[in-house]
């Protein structure tokens, strides 16, 4: 299931509105669940691709709309809450709507293994992996 679910947030509406920050955390904000059987399921791997088969989609999706300007998609493991969460902000990656330091990063990988693993660690500043889906004002 978990798979599942993060190849649908590709499908979900999305709002690109950087006058409306609210609309776009509200709209493009996911959170994922997994109970103990569905983490024991699946591989780091598995879900690094579903989520990189993601990015590829929203970015064909962006583009298609003529959307200029940056557009990231970001994941990150919310450790207090024990879920993957996942956005579409239409901001660059340094620029995210974090209330903490956080620090980008093209690794998936270790941030999926904590949440299928359960390590609950308190990194400062914390990983968050991201991905271009946008294009910058040139049409890039």
Known sequence: MLLTWIAEI?????????????????TNTWLILADHEDRAAVTAPAVVAAFERTADTLRTRIRATHHTGPATFYVWHDVQADQLRC???????DDLPFGSAYTPTDDLHPIVERFLTGTRPNLTPFPVWTRAVGTDPTGR
């Open 10 to 26: 590709a499908d979900e509406p999305l709002a690109l509105n950087p006058a409306d920050r609210r609309e776009e955390w509200g």
């Open 87 to 93: 956005c579409t902000g239409s901001v660059p990656a």
